[in-house]
């Protein structure tokens, strides 16, 4: 029974801000610029994503769109109203030329989309060879498979200097380092690109959320707020400050960041994303709204910007709609993984547990800590009766992040609850979802946490009254059995009586014939054969009885005869 699946970054959608950062994955496909490649410059990689990283607590939102509105709408700030975003065409990925500061040389993937010639007092390009080798790790680590990882590490780690054309190169280290799991060395390669490039948003953003996910929050912010204070302030810096302001529920002071960012930069629709997150969390969605569609005039293409259309629907109950951004946002780029949860999440709520499958999964490949698409993945499994898969997720996902336990414990719980046919004994199993939705109730208020334990309740009470029943039909059947057992045994001990009976009837006839046939040769008479034989052997009868005289004097003649006093 699939019941209960509240995907983590779309049940608290915007009533919370979800994070977001739109390039924290590996690089794209190799025949792109490199700026795409790192999506470095464009509106979708200053956003944020909208992912519920937190695991339920506040954060900022994927995307938002600046206070400065081209018509900003009358309860808007003085300050607001004069920060105007002009109209202008979408902001397209800068190649790496553009997201060096005008001091800086273009990055190497000028080879696809070269910039423009430089004057000869300005940037030099990077040494060929140095391009050639970008571009090779580039194609290796397109690869959608994330089999090239390693080998386009290897490749550019020999390239980053602290050479300031070398920005991009740190960077796209930062995405390979991160998708490869190593986080630590992630954050060091965008800490060393923003060295170099103190207004490479995608940089910036990215550590920021980097920050965020590993609960780090205060010292992201000690880190940015040292940035703006020891270099010329830049839009990127801001942005990546608003950002953290807006995860830790600060909205005031992500306000404050955003607007400096566009103060610096009009066509910031990265901190017009935050900015409309934190006005979509203060559940003022008019605003949000306006503000989004700002950025969306800038950058109608922007996969980050259809995501942030997405949450703000959501927040407003229209999830049908909403699906349809996500479902744009994940399809106008692969290595988007917050869209990709989304979406998948999306799907999930609409029980369509397959395809949530392929996009969450696919958010994992490109962010491999995302702990809250992994949990979504694991309710997805769940919903399509894969137990033990299921569970393995959210044990990996308890491990990797504990802090998301009160989450982790509860969908645990819920698949405890649901489950059958798990091979577990089932009076065991939901003694089991009882603990788990226990442990969840103690990490946070949630009152339908009572109401599944009411409901693993009735299921142990069920399953104990069925226990009952099979009991008292085990003894039924075993009573019956041994009756019937009883019965045949008694059936076979007297068939055996009789049986023994007869045999003995049968023996004792025959020790009668036998004692019979032993006892006639003795006879006197009584048969022919007797009566023959004393024939045979007695002398005839002499007529008038004279026989019997000469057989009665035979003895004396024989006597006679035989002392030889008579002689013929």
């Known amino acids: 029974m699939n019941r209960h699946f509240l995907p983590l970054s779309l049940a608290a959608a915007l009533t919370m801000s979800l994070l977001s950062a739109a390039c924290t994955t590996a690089p794209a496909k190799p025949d792109e610029a490199m700026a795409d490649i790192a999506h470095s410059g464009s509106a979708a990689e200053n956003a944020p994503k909208a992912d519920a990283e937190n695991g339920g607590e506040k954060t900022p939102q994927a995307d938002a769109s600046a206070d400065g509105d081209s018509q900003p709408p009358k309860n808007a700030s003085e300050e607001e109203n004069s920060q105007q975003t002009a109209a202008a065409a979408p902001d397209a990925s800068e190649t790496p030329a553009q997201e060096t500061s005008g001091e800086q040389a273009p990055a190497a993937s000028e080879t696809e989309q070269p910039a423009e010639t430089p004057e000869d007092n300005g940037p030099k390009p990077l040494p060929p060879e140095v391009v050639s080798a970008f571009d090779e790790a ?70 920021a959320r980097l920050f965020i996910r590993q609960r780090r929050a205060d010292e992201g912010i000690r880190f940015f707020e040292k940035r703006l204070a020891g270099t010329e302030p830049t839009a990127a810096l801001n942005d990546a400050l608003a950002f953290i302001f807006a995860a830790v529920d600060r909205p005031k002071d992500s306000i404050t960041a955003a607007r400096a960012a566009l103060k610096l930069d009009e066509m910031d629709t990265g901190a017009m994303v935050i900015l409309a997150g934190v006005y979509a969390s203060q559940k003022r969605f008019e605003l949000a709204q306006l503000v989004l569609g700002n950025a969306l005039a800038i950058a109608p ?154 409901d693993a309740d009735k299921a142990l009470a069920k399953e104990k009254r069925r226990l009952e029943r099979e009991e008292r ?63 045979s052997q007695a002398p005839e009868e002499a007529p008038n009885g004279q026989g019997e005289q000469a057989g009665n004097a035979a003895p004396a003649s024989d006597s006679a005869a035989s002392s030889g006093d008579n002689l013929p």
């Open 138 to 207: 580039m194609t290796l680590a397109a690869a959608p498979s994330g089999e090239g990882v390693r080998e386009a590490l290897d490749k550019l780690a020999p390239l980053a200097t602290d050479d300031p054309r070398t920005a991009a190169i740190h960077y796209n280290l930062g995405l390979l380092r991160e998708r490869s799991g190593d986080l630590t060395a992630a954050e060091k390669h965008y800490a060393d690109c923003l060295g170099l490039n103190a207004d490479h948003r995608s940089a910036a953003m990215n550590l």
């Open 301 to 454: 293409e922007d996969p980050v910007l259809a995501n942030q259309q997405g949450l703000l629907l959501m927040a407003q109950g229209k999830n049908q709609e909403a699906r349809g951004f996500f479902k744009k946002a994940a399809e106008g780029r692969r290595d988007y993984p917050e869209a990709h949860n989304n979406f998948g999440a999306s799907l999930l709520s609409a029980q369509n547990f397959a395809e949530a499958v392929e996009h969450l999964e696919l958010a994992l490949q490109y962010a491999p800590d995302f702990s809250e698409a992994r949990i979504n993945l694991a309710s997805a499994y769940r919903g399509m009766g894969d137990f033990m898969k299921a569970r393995e997720l959210y044990l990996q996902a308890m491990k990797e992040s504990p802090e998301m336990a009160a989450d982790i414990e509860f969908n645990l719980g819920l698949l405890f609850l649901d489950a059958r046919d798990t091979g577990i004994d089932l009076t065991e199993q939901l003694n089991e979802a009882k603990e788990h939705l226990a442990a969840s109730e103690k990490l946070r208020h949630d009152e339908n946490i009572a109401v599944y334990l009411k």
């Open 473 to 535: 039909k085990r003894q039924k059947e075993l009573k019956e059995r041994q009756k019937a057992e009883a019965e045949a045994e008694a059936r076979r001990a007297e068939e055996e009586a009789q049986k023994a009976k007869a045999a003995e009837e049968s023996a004792g006839q025959s020790h009668e014939a036998a004692d019979a046939a032993q006892a006639e040769p003795n006879a006197d008479t009584g048969s022919p054969e007797a009566g023959a034989s004393a024939e």
